[in-house]
């Protein structure tokens, strides 16, 4: 199991995070355990911070907080001068709760509910990501009422078809995200934004997809866009003033995996907009990014009690965990990959094949196949990395299991952000 940040083997033998070993952890917190690494992630906010910038652009990095929110995730954001951005009112309400300047939070969605445009309004939300037309009405329609002018992108489709799941590509021409830049009345779309009373229009918003290793996808879906935006300014008078190129940096989960060396990335993606818009003469303009998964994946390890263990007729070793797909539900939707390591034998040699199975009643419950590992009994300590996005935002309560507990680790110490779902927590809301 590849270690990031601040994990490390003690000298016993033993995985240690942020200070703090997986014994400790488990004492304190109890298992299932997300474990976030928070050295780690503010490391990694300087790191986008540092190299997503510009001598003669205006730049912003934005947090994609579906990745992975909780106050105290905003808090942090905050604290390290970030924006963020949002996708229902649940993530508003958190932001709210954290005291999160709501002027750098963008809001994104293709089905922004009335009630969430109205959270949105009433708490000042600095920019609304429009996705398509009936939105546009809708908003437009409220912020009249309302007397009120937004701040808005339009999101729109540049076509790049990156490699990744198709679950998760988001720029084809048939995805359910944004309107296509190929279609004549985007033309028409956009001088009805900018000449609206109610809306400040900025300019546009792109994502291609998420999990993406190729570096050219991004520059290519970054060149278009500045083309589409020197279209724009030709066929209509607009001037466009920020355009968002997204997100979906690619991360290391396994050795299948082969991410881009972000910093160098982060450079050459600003100096190709800039020579591009040097070279089509198009006026200085904002550019942002949207970083979820890159952000925090790493930095998140997820820590479960092996309850025991099996070899079955047909010859399969199973390890049997206190969580599964109700922690991490990925391995099940999109048969993601993991490695994992068992955290008190850190220094012994692997000598057996296992397959990690969760405790649902589901065969499909399964978090690890086929993974080399020393000899595991009942009440060793099995941790899965890289699980900071898209594990505990994911998770559920199905087969009416409680959501495990997440903690901050560093220097030495925990902090609880998180707490573990207890049995009555699950029938709070039922109606007897």
């Known amino acids: 199991m590849k270690l990031f940040g601040t994990m490390k083997t003690n000298s016993e033998g033993v995985l240690e995070i942020g200070g703090k070993s997986v014994y400790e952890l488990k004492k304190e917190f109890g298992t299932p355990l997300y474990i976030m690494d928070e050295a780690y992630i503010r490391e990694t906010c300087k790191l986008f911070a540092d190299n997503f910038k510009s001598s003669v652009l205006s730049t912003e990095v934005i ?3 579906k990745a992975f929110l909780n106050v105290a995730m905003a808090k942090l954001i905050s604290e390290e001068g970030l924006s963020m951005d949002v996708v229902s009112g649940g993530e508003i309400y958190t932001a709210i709760k954290a005291g999160f300047p709501m002027e750098r939070v963008y809001f994104h969605g293709n089905n922004k509910t009335r009630a969430e445009l109205e ?3 009433e708490h000042g939300l600095g920019t609304i990501v429009l996705d398509h037309r009936q939105e546009i009405d809708t908003l437009e329609a409220m912020l009249k009422e309302k007397g009120k002018t937004q701040s808005v992108l339009l999101r729109v489709n540049p076509g790049i078809d990156a490699h990744t799941h198709d679950y998760i590509k988001t720029s084809k021409l048939d995805s359910k995200f944004g309107e ?29 997809g998420s999990q993406i290793f190729e570096e050219k ?3 290519q879906a970054a060149l278009a866009m500045v083309d589409f935006a020197v279209d724009v300014k030709e066929k209509t008078g607009v001037t466009v003033e920020a355009l968002n190129l997204g997100g979906g940096f690619g991360v290391y989960y396994t050795e299948e995996d082969d991410p881009m060396e972000l910093g160098a990335f982060l450079k050459h993606l600003v100096s190709n907009v800039e020579s591009k818009l040097s070279e089509v003469g198009l006026p200085s303009l904002k550019i942002m990014i949207e970083p979820g998964r890159s952000m925090v994946s790493n930095a998140g390890t997820t820590l479960y009690e092996i309850g025991g263990t099996k070899e079955t007729y047909g010859g399969k070793d199973y390890i049997f965990i206190d969580g599964g797909m109700t922690d991490n539900p990925r391995p099940a939707l999109y048969s993601a990959k993991y490695e994992g390591a ?8 692997s000598t057996r094949t296992y397959t990690v199975a969760g405790k649902c009643c589901e065969s499909g419950d399964i978090i690890i196949k086929d993974i080399e590992l020393p000899e595991a009994v009942p009440g060793d300590l099995l941790a899965v990395s890289t699980t900071g996005a898209y594990t505990y935002s994911m998770s559920s309560n199905y087969n009416r299991n409680g959501r495990p507990a997440v903690v901050f680790v560093k220097d030495g110490s925990a902090r609880l952000a998180v707490k573990r779902e207890t049995l009555e927590d699950l029938v709070r809301n039922d109606v007897l």
């Open 119 to 121: 959270l949105a309004i």
């Open 217 to 219: 996808s991004f520059i």
């Open 63 to 65: 947090y994609a907080s």
């Open 180 to 208: 296509s830049i190929y279609d004549e009345d985007i033309y028409a779309l956009t001088k009805k934004l900018s000449e609206s009373d109610a809306f400040d229009f900025k300019g546009f918003h792109c994502h291609i």
């Open 342 to 349: 068992i955290a008190n034998k850190m220094n012994e040699k």
